[in-house]
């Protein structure tokens, strides 16, 4: 099992400019969510999903947007980015029991 | 809001002694308390977690104590080794619901040769 894998690992964006961040998971979690980590602030969730077709707002959800079509899936969506959204974004899979399985990571870079 | 706190920010130990990191939570109905390595340039991975029904687990070297009462949950690292050295998280639930974490800010641990 490949776990949760995320791409691109690394992306340079100019202000105003939309991306979307992919996940995909072979763990068969119900459970993904996408978490933002910056210096001093530990991870903040952004959004989360128990299943496909729901999906809710975390911490920090301004300026996001998600989906989940599949089970498997579970893309963030920047729609128009800004220099405040620079940071390192982990997705993550969870069982019931709590644990989540995070992603590799993708850095962001707003200019 | 609800938030974790976490302290110390850093902590430097030397190999052998024991490390100890704290964490307060503000929501009363937080039962659910993991702990997160990350190892630099590495993704937070879980080393161990306690419910609050539960006073204090133990995995080997690792520990933590959960004080409901006072809203305060604590990691204990004994025998510390050079590979233990990453940040550390504290989380807490939001409520019962045990996939939504609030994240303190972290503690660096640096572990002395």
């Known amino acids: 099992n490949a776990g949760v894998t995320q791409t691109p690992k690394f992306q340079v964006l100019k202000t105003g400019q939309s991306m979307t961040l992919q996940c995909a998971q072979d763990m068969n979690h119900e459970y993904m969510s996408w978490y933002r980590q910056d210096p001093g602030m530990g991870l903040r969730l952004i959004h989360y999903?128990?299943?496909?077709?729901?999906?809710d707002q975390g911490e920090v959800p301004n300026g996001y947007n998600v989906s989940r079509s599949t089970t498997e899936d579970f893309p963030l969506r920047l729609l128009s980015a800004a220099p405040s959204q620079t940071s390192v974004y982990f997705c993550?899979?969870?069982?019931?029991?709590?644990?989540?399985?995070f992603g590799e990571g993708s850095r962001l870079t707003v200019l | 809001g609800e938030n974790v706190e976490q302290h110390p920010s850093t902590l430097s130990v030397q190999e052998g002694d024991s490390a100890v990191i704290k964490c307060t939570y503000s929501?009363?109905?937080?039962?659910?308390f993991p702990w997160y390595k990350q190892e630099l340039g590495k993704r937070p991975q879980l080393i161990i977690d306690i419910r609050s029904n539960v006073g204090e687990k133990k995995d080997q070297r690792i520990a933590v104590t959960l004080n409901k009462t006072a809203k305060h949950f604590s990691l204990h690292i004994t025998e510390t080794q050079p590979e233990d050295s990453a940040v550390y998280f504290c989380a807490a639930s939001r409520g019962g619901a045990t996939n939504k974490l609030i994240f303190g800010t972290g503690t660096l641990l640096a572990v002395q040769p």
């Open positions: 999903s128990v299943g496909a077709g729901i999906t």
């Open positions: 993550a899979g969870g069982r019931a029991s709590g644990e989540l399985f």
């Open positions: 929501d009363s109905a937080s039962n659910y």
